[in-house]
């Protein structure tokens, strides 16, 4: 850090061409010699060869007309009225103890009046304070300048005032060393005698001149200069900043979750836990999201997808999809077939976004996942025994494509069984291809055991998802529960194969009574679900062909009632006139039980089901 030449720019300080300029025209005009030590002596002379301007002048030594003393200046910059008139805090000391010489009117007025000659651990410990001593070594070791950058520094309070508030300072510590005189114009070939050894100016000297850190004989440097720029400014701006992007960044998680289903609709056969976790520190959350849906007769859909980018627009795109979702699952439609709507809303909503999305259902009489997916990554199967397969095929573009006809594929999800659905920023990493991130995945479940949420945990932790991870990452674990013991007597199944005529609904009834009351049912939920027996198997009767089903199930929250033929006409509720003597039997169905549906089954045909809930015991 060369002073004496930063000095000559600073603002108000002579350029150095005007200086140069002067310097030629005294050039003829006499220098004075540098000063040293001139205690004891009486010969007029200063003890380096020079002459002691405090003499009186003899015949030999004319008066020299007065001039800028070079000890003093740089390029006719005075280096110490330029730092006693910085705003910045100056001190530099000297010697591997680091004493105090100088001190500017900035640094004195932060913390006081310094005397020059002591230790800085003694004349300055607001520098031990503020852990700049074992710098200040290391620069006066090394010779190497030394930063540290927004330290709290205590702003002195006035008499009569509140104190203020705290400023920031960055120092940096740069080896320095007194300067020498410049050398005499005098004869030419003539060379300035120099004194054998200068002493360290004292603090304040103006004297002393401060040249950039050199090593002496000794291989040591003569001193260090401290210099602290304020920049409480800069770090009050920063703070409010990182606040306001801290606020954005609430306000977006707060608002994606807002999007996420705050509660997870829990199934009677299965047990469902979901993980969202945000990713990065900005404001840009991404479009991650996820969902269960009862479809009714026991069946349930899991979704999740991942909107691609990040940000506000992103969450919208994921808030109208995962609506749209839930809409076209109370259609009750194959997973390929849903996937199909999405594909060409995807394309209404924002042609430019692309968005991934698996769709799953679950139904407890076929043990069996049912899905289909668009671009997503493959659903994760851990079997009762323990082994892991991934569920790849079918799998389509992304949604908002089109041109694709989606399929829906089926992979065996029986009780024991566990189930992963998850995005992409679960397993996918900088420089790592995708399938090893995927393989990793499976590796943790295999390992994973416990309840659905502790899986969630225990995934992420092998992955390595933290509270620094760069991508949002939603994770969604479905166990199928073994049901033994008490449980066993709450999840029961039965049914019986009609094949038409007069006596099916006769029969159907006596098979719903007895299989009722072995459950033991009340009384009036007994006749209520023989009620509603006889009006579905009616229905199928007079509208559907054979084969059919009658298929009774209770779980330990409702009774369900579910007649399934080979016809495809669904049937609706309609109002029936006080004259009809048909169309009834729907709305009596609807009228007595909980929920009721309809859908079209895998290979044709037709299933109509209706829900009891259970008394709460």
């Known amino acids: 850090m060369n002073l004496t030449r930063w000095s000559a720019r600073l603002p108000g300080t002579q350029r150095r061409g005007s200086a140069g300029s002067r310097r030629a025209d005294a050039s003829s005009q006499p220098v004075p010699a540098a000063r040293g030590d001139r205690a ?23 008066p020299e007309p007065p001039g800028p003393s070079p000890a003093l200046s740089s390029g006719g910059a005075d280096v110490h009225g330029i730092l006693g008139s910085l705003p910045a805090l100056i001190a530099v000391t000297h010697g591997p103890d680091h004493r105090l010489a100088y001190v500017n009117d900035a640094y004195a007025e932060m913390f006081g009046r310094r005397e020059p000659g002591s230790p800085a651990r003694e004349a300055l410990p607001e520098l031990e304070e503020l852990g700049l001593l074992s710098l200040m070594d290391q620069v006066y070791r090394s010779g190497k300048p030394r930063t540290v950058t927004a330290r709290r520094v205590p702003r002195p309070a006035p008499a009569d005032g509140p104190a203020p508030l705290p400023g920031y300072f960055s120092f940096t510590c740069t080896p320095v060393r007194p300067g020498t005189p410049a050398p005499a114009q005098g ?32 291989g040591d440097h003569h001193g260090v200069l401290v210099f602290g720029a304020d920049v409480t400014d800069q770090v009050r701006a920063a703070e409010r900043l990182r606040i306001s992007e801290r606020r954005q960044r609430e306000a977006a998680v707060t608002l994606q979750r807002s999007l996420l289903p705050q509660e997870l609709e829990q199934p009677d056969d299965l047990i469902v836990a979901a993980t969202y976790r945000p990713g990065g520190t900005d404001a840009a959350v991404g479009g991650d999201w996820y969902d269960v849906i009862t479809l009714g007769g026991g069946r349930t859909a899991l979704v999740i997808g991942d909107v691609m980018g990040r940000g506000v627009r992103a969450a919208a795109v994921m808030g109208q999809l995962r609506t749209a979702v839930r809409a076209y699952a109370r259609l009750d439609l194959p997973p390929h077939e849903i996937i199909q709507l999405l594909d060409g809303l995807a394309s209404e909503i924002d042609p430019s976004q692309i968005a991934t999305c698996v769709y799953a259902v679950h139904d407890p009489n076929d043990n069996r996942l049912v899905y289909a997916t668009a671009g997503h990554l493959p659903i994760l199967v851990k079997d009762a025994d323990g082994a892991v397969h991934r569920a790849d095929e079918p799998n389509g573009p992304p949604l908002g494509t089109g041109g694709w006809l989606h399929t829906s594929g089926s992979v065996p999800f029986g009780p024991g069984a566990t189930a992963v659905l998850y995005t992409d920023g679960l397993v996918e990493r900088r420089g790592e291809d995708i399938d090893e ?8 479940l295999a390992g994973a055991t416990g309840a659905p949420q502790v899986v969630c945990d225990r995934l992420l932790r092998a992955l390595g998802v933290g509270d620094d991870h760069d991508d949002d990452v939603a994770v969604l674990v479905l166990q199928h529960p073994e049901h033994q013991g008490p449980d066993a007597e709450l999840f029961r199944n039965a049914s019986l194969d009609l094949l038409g005529g007069v006596e099916a609904a006769p029969h159907a009834r006596a098979f719903a009574s007895g299989v009722l009351a072995s459950w033991r049912f009340a009384d009036e939920l007994r006749e209520l679900g023989v009620l509603a027996v006889s009006e579905l198997v009616g229905n199928s009767l007079q509208h559907g062909t054979p084969p059919m089903r009658l298929r009774l199930r209770r779980t330990d929250h409702r009774l369900i009632i579910e007649v399934t033929d080979a016809d495809e006409h669904l049937p609706r509720r309609r109002r029936a006139e006080p004259v009809d003597e048909a169309g009834r039997g729907i709305s009596i169905v609807a009228t007595i039980a909980s929920a009721w549906g309809c859908r079209r089954i895998p290979g044709g045909g037709k299933s109509v089901w209706c829900e009891f809930a259970l008394p709460r015991s």
């Open 40 to 62: 004891g002596r009486t010969d007029g002379k200063d003890g380096t060869g020079g002459t002691d301007p405090s003499a009186p002048p003899g015949p030999a030594d004319p």
């Open 187 to 218: 004869a030419p070939g003539r060379k300035q005698d120099r004194p054998a050894a200068a002493a360290p100016p004292a603090a304040g000297s103006r004297r002393s001149r401060i040249r950039p850190g050199r090593r002496s004989a000794s």
């Open 437 to 444: 991130g995927v393989n990793s995945l499976m590796d943790a």
